[in-house]
C-alpha cells in the first residue's frame, strides 16, 4: 500500500512560478513511476509528467520546456516545478502512482490558479 501527499499548490500570477510535491508514503520501494496529471473544470484528466524508478521522464506537450519534474535523494519525493505559468494551467493537479504490480494510487489532489 502506497499513500501520496501533495502539497505546494496555490495562487500564481500569469508568468511565475510554484513548485507541488508528492510525498509517497507506506511501500514505496514498490513505486514503479510516479506522475502528475491534472484536471481542469469541465474537462478531461490531462497528463502533465512522469518519472520512473531511474529518473526517465516524460512530459505532456502542453508543458514541454515550461515543467520540470524531479525526485529527492530518497525517491519517496517527486516533484512538479512549473515555470512561466499560463491561466490555462489552472487545474487541480494530481499524483499518481503505479507500483510493479501495476497496482495504481491517486493522491488527494492540490488545486493551482494562475491568475492573468
Do not use: H
Not at 103 to 111: E, H, R
Amino acid at each position: 500500500q502506497v499513500d501520496l501527499v501533495e502539497s505546494g499548490g496555490g495562487l500564481a500570477q500569469a508568468g511565475g512560478s510554484l513548485r507541488l510535491s508528492c510525498e509517497a508514503r507506506g511501500r514505496t520501494s514498490t513505486i514503479a513511476v510516479t506522475a502528475w496529471y491534472r484536471q481542469a473544470p469541465g474537462k478531461q484528466r490531462e497528463f502533465v509528467a512522469d518519472i520512473t524508478g531511474v529518473g526517465r521522464t516524460n512530459y505532456g506537450d502542453s508543458v514541454k520546456g515550461r515543467f520540470t519534474v524531479s525526485r529527492d535523494s530518497s525517491g519517496d519525493t517527486v516533484y512538479l516545478q512549473m515555470n512561466a505559468l499560463k491561466p490555462e494551467d489552472t487545474a487541480v493537479y494530481s499524483c499518481f502512482a503505479q507500483d510493479w504490480g501495476a497496482n495504481k494510487y491517486w493522491g488527494q489532489g492540490t488545486q493551482v490558479t494562475v491568475s492573468s
